[in-house]
């Protein structure tokens, strides 16, 4: 009996001792091993998902090499002195292969120690370059490019995938933001009048050349209509209604172009 108690106040106490004999990597993570009585950090292997086993001492570093975002609200000066509020996001994750030597050399705090410094300083050397009007509106995809090509060759060493960064929203002070968009206002307004002008310039020159068209029958039918047609035109008339079975009266008389008047007397 006694025995029997002995093995079960041991038994939590080996079962507490194999649960931490081993750690369980979640899916989508990876991770690195670390000696303590021995060399440190395991070099040239990366652990799997599962559970590893090993001895309570020592410890395994788990990594999230899934995609994964960080929102920044970023302070910058425009090229002209200008206060700007960037909030941004940055899409990131660890290169798999090289979390032993990420884990040596930064750590898992990664992000905080090499990316979000490293950010910082391209987006104020990347907005110094441009002026409010244009971060706020013409040239913000453009800016975001910027700053995910300079981010990504400023932590090429640091074993970590920048996949994107992305300009959500520019944050201006009320009075600049005020007289940019009473400017991009009077552009557009500007840019509206110019297709309106445009439009009746295009309706008049429509009109234009529809006059000179009429004008230019008329004239070749006037210089084809001479006198000599109008007579022979008017003895075919003529021709025709005399020979018509209607009855007529016809008058005989000295007009000018020698053509008799034909009445017609029928019913």
């Known amino acids: 009996m006694l025995r029997k108690l002995a ?33 440190g950090t395991e070099m040239g292997k990366i652990y ?47 290169i798999a292969d090289k979390l032993d030597s990420l884990q040596l050399t930064v750590g898992p705090n990664y992000y905080d120690i090499a990316v979000a410094p490293a950010l910082r300083g391209v987006a104020r050397s990347v907005a110094g370059r441009y002026k409010p009007e244009e971060i706020y509106s013409t040239q913000r995809e453009q800016i975001a490019l910027e700053l995910l090509t300079e981010l990504q060759a400023l932590i090429t060493n640091k074993y970590v995938m920048i996949e994107n960064v992305i300009v959500r929203d520019v944050v201006l002070p009320i009075k600049i933001s005020e007289a940019i968009n009473a400017k991009l206002e009077a552009a557009q307004d500007a840019e509206k009048m110019t297709s309106v002008l445009i439009k009746e310039k295009q309706e008049a020159e429509r009109k234009r050349i529809e006059a000179q068209g009429i004008a230019d029958f008329q004239r070749i039918v006037a210089s084809g209509v001479t006198p000599s047609l109008l007579t022979w035109k008017g003895i075919e008339a003529t021709q025709k209604l005399a020979e018509s079975p209607n009855t007529k009266i016809v008058i005989i008389g000295n007009s000018k172009n020698g053509l008799p008047v034909i009445l017609d007397a029928g019913n």
């Not at 001492?57 to 090499?65: A, L, T, V």
Request: aromatic content about 16%.
């Open 7 to 39: 093995t079960l106040a041991v038994l939590p106490v080996i079962l507490s001792i194999m649960a931490g004999c081993g750690t369980q990597v979640p899916s989508g993570h990876r991770a690195v091993f670390y000696y303590k009585f021995g060399d």
């Open 48 to 94: 799997p998902e599962g559970f590893s086993w090993h001895m309570p001492w020592n410890q395994m570093f788990i990594y999230k090499i899934q995609l994964d975002e960080r929102k920044e609200d970023l302070h910058v000066l425009s090229s002209d002195g200008a206060y700007i509020g960037l909030e941004t996001t940055v899409w990131f994750r660890p």
